[in-house]
């Protein structure tokens, strides 16, 4: 099935899937945007349908001009550890759409589970990111796509065994769903498909949960809900922060 009948499913299916207590709501989440060029509008979605992990993410103007869009799907399953099985995320397959400077961008990525590696398809108005090429995964257990980190974490319980860890760091690999224009517009992340990360739990303020994530030697702070829905998320080195619409970060007590 392609990414787009999966959408079509995600749009039209009603139902939560998630129904445990402590669980993060489905469903259309509105947040203000803001980076070094700008404020913007940022919207995500995300739904379980039959084990799949379904996220949409999208930032566009106070207008409604669209500048960016993504959706990502991935496999929930279990893999073997010493201690028994253990939750995983399995990247299934993404396709990422930007405008720069209204020319527009586009990155399609497929898992191929045979090779166990990722197909990339790329068009754009530039040579250079046209094409097709396939990248093999990294040694790892666990894989995020990095608009989907949020999701992901908690579906693999990282969430909950870094706040139970008492500060001890879990690793897993980021795919950078928005590969490779995103080393273009960001600084410092490298240039590779795959970046290696930790979670660490921080603690608890105001009935709010404070997660740290390093990857390329940078920190991503994300804050959730007791429920563990998104509640904000700040990359200080990139001027990017993500939070409740109206709310500015001096309004935010430490």
Same mark, same amino acid.
């Given at each position: 099935?392609?990414?787009?009948?999966?959408?079509?499913?995600?749009?039209?299916?009603?139902?939560?899937?998630?129904?445990?207590?402590?669980?993060?709501?489905? @469903?259309?989440?509105?947040?203000? &945007?803001?980076?070094?060029?700008?404020?913007?509008?940022? /919207?995500?979605?995300?739904?379980?349908?039959?084990?799949?992990? +379904?996220?949409?993410?999208?930032?566009? /103007?106070?207008?409604?001009?669209?500048?960016? %869009?993504?959706?990502?799907?991935?496999?929930?399953?279990? +893999?073997?550890?010493?201690? !028994?099985?253990?939750?995983?995320?399995?990247?299934?397959?993404? $396709?990422?759409?930007?405008?720069?400077?209204?020319?527009? &961008?586009?990155? *399609?990525? %497929?898992?191929?589970?045979? /090779?166990?590696?990722?197909?990339?398809?790329?068009?754009?108005?530039?040579? %250079?990111?046209?094409? *097709?090429?396939?990248?093999?995964?990294?040694?790892?257990?666990?894989?995020?796509?990095?608009?989907?980190?949020?999701?992901?974490?908690?579906?693999?319980?990282?969430?909950? *065994?870094?706040?139970?860890?008492? !500060? $001890?760091?879990?690793?897993?690999?980021?795919?950078?769903?928005?590969?490779? &224009?995103?080393?273009? =517009?960001?600084?410092?992340? !490298?240039?590779?498909?795959?970046?290696?990360?930790?979670?660490?739990?921080?603690?608890?303020?105001?009935?709010?949960?404070? &997660?740290?994530?390093?990857?390329?030697?940078?920190?991503?702070?994300? =804050?959730?809900? %007791?429920?563990?829905?998104?509640?904000?998320?700040?990359?200080?080195? =990139?001027? +990017?922060?993500?939070?409740?619409? @109206?709310?500015?970060?001096?309004?935010?007590? $430490?």
């Amino acid at each position: 099935m392609s990414l787009i009948h999966l959408l079509i499913l995600f749009s039209l299916s009603a139902c939560s899937v998630l129904s445990s207590k402590g669980a993060p709501k489905e @469903g259309k989440r509105t947040f203000s &945007y803001s980076d070094v060029s700008g404020k913007y509008v940022f /919207t995500r979605e995300s739904k379980l349908l039959k084990n799949r992990l +379904i996220t949409r993410t999208q930032i566009s /103007t106070d207008s409604g001009n669209l500048l960016e %869009k993504s959706i990502m799907v991935s496999q929930l399953g279990t +893999i073997k550890e010493q201690r !028994g099985r253990t939750l995983s995320i399995r990247p299934f397959g993404s $396709e990422f759409t930007v405008w720069l400077e209204g020319k527009k &961008y586009e990155s *399609r990525m %497929k898992i191929d589970p045979k /090779t166990k590696s990722m197909l990339v398809e790329l068009n754009s108005p530039e040579e %250079k990111w046209k094409g *097709r090429s396939t990248t093999s995964f990294p040694k790892g257990k666990q894989f995020c796509f990095f608009s989907q980190i949020p999701d992901c974490l908690y579906h693999n319980n990282y969430l909950f *065994r870094a706040q139970q860890g008492k !500060g $001890e760091g879990l690793g897993f690999y980021v795919v950078w769903d928005s590969f490779p &224009y995103v080393q273009e =517009q960001l600084t410092n992340i !490298g240039t590779r498909l795959f970046s290696s990360a930790v979670v660490k739990y921080e603690g608890t303020a105001k009935n709010i949960l404070r &997660y740290q994530v390093e990857v390329d030697g940078q920190t991503l702070l994300y =804050q959730f809900s %007791k429920s563990y829905d998104l509640v904000r998320m700040f990359w200080v080195a =990139q001027g +990017i922060s993500v939070m409740p619409p @109206g709310e500015e970060v001096s309004d935010i007590e $430490e």
